[in-house]
């Protein structure tokens, strides 16, 4: 059963894409914590009401996401998420140690996390979509796994490549932010080839 259900293009390729959402926003977070607490020098508190924009962001996210699946379909609002989350993510790479740059992670971050909603929303309506109903709970399933799977394996390979970036903490980061930025970009890449144009809904 698991096999034929992820051999619906729909499941596959949207839980693909939700393990992508969750792998890539929740290393940037990390990240990003690294970047205030070792190069700004911000106390973990003041780190985390950092992030405050982000939450606002994903609420958004959350009440835009339906509503842009309602007018262009489920592949245009995952591509539309994850291009808007990669453009959010790449700017990040200007990043710099004087304390001036927190205004472009607050601005950034912001984005990103409207734009990492919206794909979020739109894997959950993608992978649990155009299936009967004695499959829904499996394709339910396999989207809280994506879930769990990509929060698990984000935050590691990211972390091994601020590691293996060398001795400056803000290259490292800078580096991984920008293989995270491209995750991204290969997400929407994939979606477009791979993934069918299902019907709008209304």
Not at 50 to 67: D, H, K, N, Q, Y
Not at 87 to 104: D, K, Q, R, Y
Not at 108 to 124: M, P, Q
Request: contains cysteine; glycine residues 14%.
């Amino acid at each position: 059963m698991p096999v034929r259900v992820l051999g619906r293009r729909n499941v596959g390729w949207g839980n693909f894409a939700g393990l992508l959402a969750f792998a890539t926003e929740t290393s940037l977070v990390f990240l990003l914590t690294l970047y205030l607490q070792e190069v700004l020098g911000y106390s973990p508190l003041a780190a985390g009401l950092s992030f405050a924009v982000l939450g606002v962001g994903t609420v958004l996210g959350g009440v835009v996401g339906p509503r842009l699946i309602a007018r262009v379909g489920t592949r245009r609002t995952l591509v539309t998420g994850f291009t808007t989350q990669a453009a959010a993510t790449a700017v990040l790479v200007l990043l710099g140690p004087a304390p001036g740059w927190i205004a472009l992670l607050l601005a950034a971050t912001f984005a990103g996390g409207v734009a990492n909603l919206v794909a979020i929303v739109g894997f959950l309506v993608t992978a649990t979509s155009g299936l009967p109903d004695t499959e829904q709970g499996l394709a339910t399933g396999l989207t809280t796994m994506s879930q769990q799977v990509g929060i698990t394996l984000g935050t590691p390979v990211m972390s091994a490549i601020v590691t293996a970036s060398g001795a400056k903490v803000l290259h490292g980061i800078i580096t991984a932010i920008g293989v995270n930025a491209g995750l991204c970009l290969l997400t929407v890449v994939l979606l477009r080839v791979f993934l069918p144009d299902a019907t709008k809904r209304h």
